[in-house]
């Protein structure tokens, strides 16, 4: 049997580890599978670099939320170790005006101490209207508060120095899969359909029935989705 690839999975904005639970178990026997904290750097390009330093020499990359913003920037500094790319509920664009006003919004929030009043308003964003009740809130919920405000914070900023990165998906010769949720409340299937576009050989996926989290509220289909990405784009 041939040695199995190497996988990043990288978690977004809320979320640690835990958010890749079900591919981790499920995408295993066919990838060696980390996950990077993503911690530090108070910049995009720091995030990115941390992660570079600590990744395989060549690795399979995807990113969810903010992970995808890292793994652009990944792709800005070290293209030629990236071997596929894969981007889930996020955009290759920089900030929106109206985005950038909620990211100052949310900050400022959690200056005042406000950082559960933040996860609570961010919840009927992120979760389809079918998947607000049962264990996936609360799941989500706990999973912030794990990440905590401090770390959240430094992410936020890092997302606000991040670079418009769709002339990298335009040079990226390799696979690269957008995969998005039909009622995203974070992205647009429109962001994703252009990443898509952009690369060589680009392909996207939308999930029905599904909001911003994908990997948690449809994990089957997600997993399906990268599994199909890993072996054959």
Not at 186 to 197: D, G
Request: hydrophobic letters at 40%.
């Amino acid at each position: 049997m041939a040695d199995k690839q190497q996988l990043l999975l990288v978690p977004g904005l809320i979320c640690d580890a835990a958010v890749w639970e079900f591919q981790i178990a499920h995408l295993s026997e066919v990838a060696e599978i980390s996950v990077p904290p993503v911690t530090r750097g108070d910049t995009m390009a720091e995030m990115a670099r941390i992660v570079l330093d600590r990744a395989p020499a060549s690795f399979a990359l995807a990113g969810f939320s903010m992970g995808g913003y890292v793994a652009l920037e990944m792709l800005r500094q070290a293209p030629q170790r990236i071997t596929k790319l894969a981007l889930l509920d996020t955009s290759a664009r920089d900030d929106s005006p109206k985005k950038a006003e909620w990211r100052r919004s949310v900050i400022a929030a959690c200056k005042r101490g406000e950082f559960t009043d933040v996860i609570e308003g961010m919840m009927p964003i992120l979760l389809h209207a079918n998947q607000r009740s049962g264990p996936l809130p609360e799941f989500v919920r706990t999973m912030a508060n794990r990440v905590g405000s401090e770390v959240y914070l430094r992410r936020q900023y890092a997302i606000d120095s991040r670079q418009d990165s769709r002339d990298l998906l335009r040079a990226y010769p390799g696979p690269v899969r957008a995969i998005c949720g039909r009622q995203d409340g974070m992205s647009t299937i429109e962001e994703h359909e252009e990443i898509a576009a952009l690369a060589k050989y680009g392909r996207c996926s939308i999930i029905e029935d599904c909001g911003h989290m994908t990997i948690l509220e449809r994990p089957h289909a997600a997993t399906a989705l990268l599994r199909d990405w890993l072996l054959y784009n």
